[in-house]
């Protein structure tokens, strides 16, 4: 399957806690995005780093990338109750131009 | 900032009928749209990409003749579900890349769903 791979696959944490999730591909890459889907809606996309980007931020995301080991992870700091969705990471191919989406991580913010 | 418009955002169907659903690029244009697929608590699978004013490119194991697409203009694609089946019940989403594209490195709008559930 060229589906990528994220985990956990559910996070609970508490409010002002930070949440880690983790995602792996199996292409190679031009940029990895992250996005965010709440429940029965469509994704807003959160960040995009490149593949000659190590990390990058945004407010209180934080995105890492490292393509020798196929992974990134996205942090967000800080959370708020309001950031309890569904998080995916999605690789762009430089084989093909597709978006290959991973599994998703459920997180839950508890107030 | 780009919305994409997608409709409707629920319907219910019988077995045997076609749906259409209608996903629109209400303030820029896009000449490529791409349909997804989403099982519950499961990721995205792209069904076909969309191309403006030429045929969809679908997936392996996607049935064209069965999601028929068009994209007739630079701001709308459609997709039909023909003589749709309980196993077509699912969440279908498109997606729209803004102009003027810049590389590869520009993200996706998606529009906020359709849940088909065929009876």
């Known amino acids: 399957s060229q589906q990528g791979e994220e985990d956990p696959q559910a996070l609970s944490i508490q409010e002002g806690e930070n949440a880690t999730m983790n995602c792996s591909y199996k292409t190679s890459i031009n940029n990895l995005q992250w996005y965010r889907q709440n429940s029965g809606r469509g994704l807003v996309h959160l960040i995009l780093i490149r593949s000659n980007e190590r990390e990058k931020h945004s407010g209180r995301l934080r995105v890492t990338l490292d393509t020798s080991k196929k992974s990134s992870s996205l942090l967000i700091t800080a959370s708020r109750a309001a950031d309890t969705a569904s998080y995916f990471c999605a690789a762009k191919s430089s084989n093909t131009g597709k978006l290959i989406f991973g599994q998703g991580t459920t997180l839950q913010v508890k107030p | 900032g780009a919305v994409v418009s997608q409709h409707p955002s629920r319907v219910i169907c019988k077995s045997g009928t076609s749906v259409k659903i209608e996903c629109r690029s209400l303030d820029f244009q896009a000449t490529t749209m791409f349909w997804y697929r989403q099982f519950p608590k499961q990721s995205l699978m792209l069904m076909a990409t969309?191309?403006?004013?030429?045929?969809?490119?679908?997936e392996q194991g996607v049935e064209k003749d069965k999601f028929l697409i068009n994209h007739a203009s630079l701001t709308l694609s459609t997709l039909t579900v023909t003589s749709a089946h309980p196993e077509d019940s699912s969440f279908y989403i498109c997606?729209?890349?803004?102009?003027?594209?810049?590389?590869?490195?520009?993200?996706?709008?998606f529009g906020n769903g359709t849940r088909l559930t065929v009876t």
């Open positions: 997606s729209a890349r803004e102009l003027p594209w810049t590389g590869g490195n520009s993200p996706l709008h």
């Open positions: 969309s191309n403006e004013g030429s045929k969809a490119t679908y």
